[in-house]
Structures are given as C-alpha cells and as structure tokens.
C-alpha cells in the first residue's frame, strides 16, 4: 500500500553571526617576501578551491604579481609577474574570472603609461594587454561582467581629468568611455568597482559632489542617465569612499574611509533611489577607514579596515544590515599575522579569506590569510521518515523558523531543538535557520 505524501521543500539559510561569537585565530597561508609578490591591495576570487589574487609590487621585475593558492594553504603559485611595459605595473584590484581566463587592471604601464586591462589563464600562459588607457588613466579597481562586456573606472583622465566609467569587450573590442567625471554633480576620482544590476551600474566616488566628500552614481550600461544617487557631507554620514558597494534588492551597502564622529570612516546603506540613507561610525577600537568593499551574508555584512582595531593594525568586522552596532572579530597585531587591510574577505566554505599589505615581521610584504567562523554557516539537514521530517542542525544559537512561501511571512518553531520531527502538511513548507 503506498502512502501518497505531499512533498516538503527545505530552505537552508546562511545568516548572521550574534554579538557573543567571536572568530578564531587567522591562519597565515603565504607570507610575502617580494620574490613571490608584495604588498597586495586587492581582495581575492575564489574558483573551486582556488584562490586567485594581485599584489601591487614585488615579483621578478618588480611591478607586481597575479598568484594562484589553494584554498588550505598549499599550492602558491606566481601565476604572472608584470614587467612594468606595455603589459602594465602595480595591480591595485582584484580579478575577474572568465572561460579559464582572470582579467583585470594594472594602475601603471601600458603603451601610454597610463595602465592596462589584462588578461591572462588561469595557469600563467596566454598573457594578453586588453587595453592600454589613453583617455581615462590609473585604474584602481577591479572589473564587473556582463556577458562577454567588461565594465570599469579609471581614477584620473577622461574630458576633466576626474576619471572615467569604461567598457571593453573580452577580446580587446569596443573599448569605449562611457562617461567622464567632472567633480560636480556626479563625483570624481572613482578608485572603486561597479555594481551591475540590469542594465544599471551603481559605484562610488572619492570627491566631488554636492559637498565635496564623494558620491555614489548610478549610470546605464550604454553611458546614458548618469545620476547622483547620494553626496556625502562629511561628518556623521562619512566621507571620502573608496571601496565599491554590495546590492541587497533595492539597498546599496558601501563605506566611506573617512567622517563619522572621529574621521574614522563608516558603513553605510542607501536605498538605489537615493532614500532611506544611515550610517554607522567606526570608534577606532572596533576598525578604522575601511578601504575595502562588503561581503554579504545573509543579514550579516563582513569586512576589513585598514587602521584601528583592537591592536591599532585593523580589523575584521562585522555589522548586521539594519546597521547596528559593529563588531571588531580580529584585531590584527602587525606581525606575522600581517596588518592594515586593505581589501575585501572572499569566503569558500566556513572560512573568509582576505589579504594584508604589510606586516611587521619577514620582509613586511603581507599576507593571505584566513579566518574560520565556526557559526557563519550553520548546516541544516533533513531525514524523510514515513510521512514525517525530522531537521537537525548543530549550532544552538541558531532557531528553527518556518514558512509556506520562501518569501515569508517567518515564524520561530515554538520549543523546536535539533533534532526536531515535523509531520508533513500541506502543499509545501519551508524551514531556515535564523539567528536567536
């Protein structure tokens, strides 16, 4: 006789971590020494269990690196080495994979000396000048994607000398300046990346502005409607961002490296229309001028600072999305565990990866390090017994919440504890975990 049971859909849910987690120890995986690359700025991208990432300096010639390791700490590999000519010098971003290539930007070098977009394979072979800047020059960060569409910004250049927003196809094709800064109202020197949603792209810019202090813009992928969705004034709403934005629905989350109450930067959140703008400050102990984007999770926001922290070498912090209080997780010391920051955290697994620029002890290059939070990723399983489901997970600080739609309305599970048995009722029902 077969029982006929209507089916139960699971939603496992990676969220927040509450104010009493604390994170481990970072390991060191590499320790920079010049030959093998120095002073890395750039965040990293993770492909499987690689990790890929830019050093600014350092390698054979000098000029700075493109290098390869394996998400456990094995396997570094210098994958490029600049050679300060016409392939470029001093990669201050981070890449971009696509079809077993990475592509990204040199600050310096070309056939102009005015930077490069570059590409190269994953394996070090195929190394390819995209684009020398002629008319826009000194890009400072990293590229987004759109098909086989590379979007950008150059720091300086463009019709005022304020920078640029460019595009270029993968192949070196269609490079074109889709639009050229000029202070005010839009924003000038962008040292960040773009966000891409639809046709739109948002970013950020360190001056300009109503005020002076900065924008963030949002401009259509084909150079038309640029708009100023934010400026900065200084102050308690910050100043001066130089990191790129996360996009959360209609939310756009950033940082500013400076203002706030004592000039040490903040986090803050705006709505794509320009409404609903609040910030949160940096006190120093909890991190100061963060010069790096946002990874988020979640409810839960994670990034570094250059400065500040609880040794006074920056910090790996996090802040929840209603933009609460922010929590200082390591403090770096600034010697073998490297210090000042000033990239993103990439995350593979349970652990966040990011880069230091220096350190106090070996040659002072910096590092890749990685820092396991046991909780970040609570694993909900579930076991089909007869017509009922019993749901495990292992993290107590976690409750069980449940819903008959995906977009809610979320409900705490009176009294459940892992492991919990559920009848099967209805057409369907969704269970995530949410932190207490």
């Known amino acids: 006789m077969k029982t006929n049971i209507k089916p139960i859909r699971l939603i496992m849910a990676l969220l927040s971590l ?19 690359g120095a002073n890395p700025q750039a965040g ?32 570094f590999t ?8 016409d392939d470029g010098a001093y990669p201050e971003a981070g890449l971009v994979l696509y079809g077993g290539a990475l592509y990204g930007t040199a600050y310096g070098g070309g056939y102009y000396e005015n930077g490069t977009v ?46 640029t927003v460019f595009r270029v196809n993968t192949d070196g094709t269609a490079f074109t300046n889709i639009y050229s800064f000029s202070g005010s109202p839009y924003g000038a020197y962008p040292q960040a990346g773009l966000v891409l949603s639809g046709n739109t792209l948002f970013g950020t810019t360190y001056a300009g502005g ?8 949002r401009i259509n992928t084909d150079g038309s409607s640029p708009s100023n969705v934010y400026s900065f004034a200084g102050g308690a709403n910050g100043a001066n961002p130089e990191a790129g934005l996360v996009l959360s629905g209609n939310t756009l989350y950033g940082t500013t490296f400076g203002g706030g109450y004592y000039g040490d930067g903040t986090v803050f959140s705006v709505n794509t229309n320009g409404s609903g703008f609040q910030s949160c400050l940096f006190d120093y102990t909890n991190g100061a001028n963060p010069q790096a984007g946002l990874l988020l999770l979640g409810n839960t926001l994670y990034g570094t600072t250059a400065n500040g922290g609880s040794n006074g ?3 790996v912090f996090q802040i929840s999305t209603n933009l609460g209080s922010i929590i200082d997780l390591y403090g770096f010391l600034g010697g073998g565990d490297g210090g000042s920051p000033m990239a993103g955290l990439a995350l593979v697994g349970n652990t966040l990866y990011g880069t230091t620029q220096t350190a106090n002890s070996g040659s002072g290059s910096g590092t890749v390090f990685a820092l396991s939070v046991p909780a970040l990723a609570p694993t909900l399983n579930i076991a089909l017994q007869g017509n009922q489901v019993t749901l495990t997970w ?8 449940a819903a008959t739609n995906v977009a809610g309305v979320w409900t705490n599970v009176a009294n459940a504890a892992s492991p919990y048995t559920n009848a099967i009722t209805g057409a369907q029902q969704f269970f995530r975990l949410q932190e207490n």
Do not use: H, K, R
């Open 118 to 163: 570059f590409s190269v394979n994953t394996n070090g072979s195929g190394f390819t000048n995209v684009v020398s800047f002629s008319f826009g020059a000194d890009p400072e960060a990293g590229l987004v994607l759109m098909s086989n569409t590379l979007f950008g910004t150059t720091y300086a250049g463009g019709s005022s000398g304020y920078g």
């Open 313 to 315: 070498w920056g910090a």
């Open 78 to 85: 210098n994958v490029y080495s600049f050679t300060g000519g």
């Open 210 to 217: 109503s005020s002076g202090f900065g924008t963030v813009f």
């Open 44 to 75: 990293l991208v993770a492909s499987g269990g690689t990790l890929y990432g830019t050093t600014y300096g350092g390698g054979s010639s000098g000029y700075g690196t493109v290098f390869a390791i394996n998400a456990n700490g094995s396997g």
């Open 394 to 401: 292992t993290n107590a600080a976690f409750c069980l919440q």
């Open 18 to 36: 509450g104010t009493c987690a604390t994170a481990q120890t970072p390991t060191t995986l590499v320790s920079f020494n010049v030959g093998n």
